[in-house]
């Protein structure tokens, strides 16, 4: 369980990191950058961006400006152009791609280490996974955008929203469920690493 997260946020922090830079590198606004979801435990803006880091880390999101609603904003995306927006969205799980790809190979020219293997495979996993087209994951967002040719921007992203919304809770709802159920698969060695958290701390006091 804690190898598992140990792999997890930095892979997630990557993803992120990929939209991050590609928005901007295009031109789109970003409004905030969030490793976890929920109320943040730390925030700090820099420039447009506020970065934040929230105590429920199975996933993140990078808000850029006019992501599912029309306006006015020559950096929303909205207003992007088809390419760069692809470009924008399919980059974190490109991004993941690649690190899975050289981590793996790192491990199969010798280096047989199972976090790194772990790490490789989750990385792959999870960029491959997020190129499903179900709404809120990036795969579904080329198609989506299609919605302001056939309806037009205002009423197109309206829709766009409202689908993304739906398949947000879903998502999250299999979040919890997911977290719930691995936090009780492996909640003795949740315990007792946090006991030996507390003897580290108690020896270091005394």
């Known amino acids: 369980m804690i190898l598992f997260l140990l792999c997890l946020i930095p892979i997630i922090f990557l993803h992120e990191m ?3 830079i590609t928005a901007k590198l295009v031109g789109c606004g970003v409004e905030r950058f969030s490793i976890g979801f929920g109320k943040p435990i730390f925030k700090k803006k820099i420039g447009e961006t506020e970065y934040q880091i929230t105590p429920w880390l199975l996933g993140g999101y990078c808000k ?8 006015d904003s020559p950096r929303a995306f909205s ?30 020219l010798g280096l047989h280490y199972y976090p790194l293997f772990l790490f490789g495979y989750l990385s792959i996993l999870l960029g491959i996974t997020n190129l499903i087209p179900f709404p809120a994951l990036d795969g579904s967002y080329p198609i989506l955008v ?3 040719r056939f309806m037009g ?14 398949g947000f809770v879903i998502l999250m709802t299999l979040n919890i469920v997911a977290g719930g159920w691995l936090i009780w698969l ?16 108690l ?3 005394i």
């Open 18 to 20: 990929g939209h991050l």
């Open 64 to 71: 850029v400006e006019g992501e599912t609603m029309q306006c």
């Open 79 to 108: 207003n992007l152009k088809y390419r760069n927006k692809v470009i924008m969205i399919s980059a974190g799980c490109i991004v993941n791609i690649i690190i899975g790809l050289i981590a793996l190979g790192i491990v199969k």
């Open 146 to 148: 299609w919605l302001e």
């Open 153 to 166: 921007k205002e009423k197109g992203y309206e829709l766009m929203g409202k689908i993304v919304g739906v």
């Open 186 to 201: 492996y909640r003795y060695e949740i315990l007792l690493n946090i006991l030996k958290v507390i003897c580290y701390i």
């Open 203 to 205: 020896k270091f006091l």
